[in-house]
């Protein structure tokens, strides 16, 4: 039985009087739904050919992040570090740096080392460029391996930053100006987007267009491999290295996310002289249309009819369903360019997005969210950045929504306010396959569609009474 102490401060957390409280903290973070730059950087590695993540810092810390990513995908995850321990605290991480190529090489025999740092390498202040160059001069790196590295420090932004960085050195390291002028061939950076269904979807519109396109940092295949009894440390399927360095020379790069490539971005514009295309990432069919014009602008080809089908298909689909989420209520929580085409889709759905949450937002941000509640003049939602999860319950507990959609930790306060969660984004722990299926281009609005309307009919299945228990819904 509980104790009737604990019912009371358990019913106080559920009042705007703690609510209050809760959103005055400034020295503490409660669940923040984010992780660590060096996350960023291990996955971006992931979409190179034959390249093994790299990170100089503890063993700890690598272990967290092959079993979170190892968790989502449901796959093998690969990385190394130089496990930097307390003596390498006190008199640097040089000779630790040393052993790890060396035995790295030795035993995974990679193409390239995608170097990335963390908290104890950045604190102390060891030189990364130093290291790996070191490295080389002494023979414990061979001059065949590329080793491009990114500064990565785990207390200052996120898994995005971390992503970005490591991208930008691989590309900046590996890309090439040639001499013979632009290709036709136009790149597609996706950004940090762990489902794997997303690139999928890209990569077959871009085949339906007659696009000629590389994707980079494409692991697509080598975190969604078949089963078929062989193992390979190295899966095929990923950007070919070779294809990296000529990428400079392609004609334009689309970025499908603005807030995990925006060093890329720039870099490529700036040094290499590439038309760099940031979209927005084609959720919903606004930002789906606006993914097609930038293809059919930069291609010079005309919108396929199979992709106009596709998009009445998928308004087809919207229509049959928007009596089930039209003034419907929602919190929606993630990575920002997410969570910036998931409102999009639910203003369009005639959905109201009440709380929009990101622990990784910035003002940009807000005010691009913000800007998208104006364009629907009868929406009242509130947009938070820099909040955590704790924040998050709170706003549900005292301002009640219909559904959550969000990665797998806002589970525990979808359970606590009693309302449907849709899984989306990262981590999705609790779920299978969920990362195979797209939220982006038509087909995205389609599964969208499915999974939240049919959530609500499953709800009302449950709860109505035996009069109101319809064959037709």
């Not at 992931?46 to 989502?72: I, K």
């Not at 040393?98 to 030795?106: L, Q, Y």
């Not at 339906?208 to 190295?234: H, Q, R, W």
Request: with cysteine; charged share 25%; glycine share 8%.
């Amino acid at each position: 039985m509980e104790n009737e102490e604990v019912k009371k401060i358990k019913d106080w957390m559920n009042t705007e009087e703690y609510k209050e409280k809760n959103f005055s903290r400034k020295a503490i973070v409660i669940n923040p739904e984010r992780a660590c730059q060096p996350l960023g950087a291990v996955l971006c590695a992931a979409g190179f050919e034959n390249t093994m993540a790299f990170v100089h810092g503890s063993h700890g810390c690598v272990a967290y992040y092959r079993n979170s990513l190892s968790r989502h995908f449901r796959e093998p995850f690969a990385a190394v570090s130089t496990s930097l321990t307390e003596d390498g605290a006190v008199f640097g991480g040089q000779a630790n740096g040393f052993e790890g190529f060396k035995n790295a090489s030795a035993l995974y025999k990679p193409k390239m080392f995608a170097v990335s740092t963390t908290c104890m390498s950045e604190i102390i202040g060891d030189d990364l460029g130093s290291i790996v160059g070191s490295a080389r001069e002494k023979g414990h790196l061979s001059e065949n391996i590329f080793a491009p590295y990114a500064n990565t420090p785990s207390f200052v932004g996120s898994h995005l930053e971390g992503y970005d960085s490591m991208l930008n050195a691989i590309i900046e390291t590996l890309g090439k100006k040639s001499d013979a002028g632009k290709t036709d061939a136009i790149n597609i950076i996706p950004g940090f987007d762990t489902t794997i269904g997303n690139i999928n979807e890209v990569k077959r519109i871009l085949k339906i267009f007659g696009i000629n396109y590389l994707v980079l940092a494409d692991y697509s295949n080598t975190l969604d491999s078949p089963l078929n009894g062989e193992y390979k440390m190295y899966p095929d399927g990923a950007t070919k290295l070779e294809d990296v360095k000529s990428c400079v020379n392609n004609k334009a790069t689309i970025l499908l996310q603005k807030y995990s490539t925006k060093k890329t971005a720039a870099m490529l514009s700036e040094k290499f002289g590439q038309e760099a295309r940031v979209v927005k990432s084609p959720i919903g069919i606004n930002y789906t249309d606006e993914f097609l014009m930038t293809l059919s602008e930069l291609s010079g080809k005309e919108v396929p009819k199979e992709l106009e089908d596709e998009r009445g298909k998928a308004i087809d689909s919207m229509t049959d369903a928007q009596q089930y989420i039209h003034g419907k209520k929602f919190a929606i929580f993630g990575d920002p360019d997410m969570l910036i085409g998931l409102t999009s889709y639910l203003l369009e759905m005639g959905g109201i997005p009440k709380y929009v949450l990101c622990s990784n937002g910035t003002e940009d941000f807000e005010k691009e969210i913000e800007a998208l509640f104006a364009s629907y003049s009868e929406n009242q939602g509130e947009v938070y950045i820099d909040k955590d999860l704790w924040h998050l319950r709170s706003l549900i507990m005292t301002g009640p929504v219909d559904m959550l959609i969000g990665p797998s930790h806002g589970k525990f306060a979808a359970r606590e306010a009693k309302v449907p969660h849709i899984r989306a984004g990262y981590p999705i722990f609790d779920r299978v396959n969920i990362h195979r299926y797209p939220i982006y281009g038509y087909s995205g609005v389609i599964n969208l569609t499915t999974w939240i309307v049919n959530k609500f009919i499953d709800i009302l299945d449950d709860t109505c009474d035996d009069a109101h228990f319809e064959l037709l819904r």
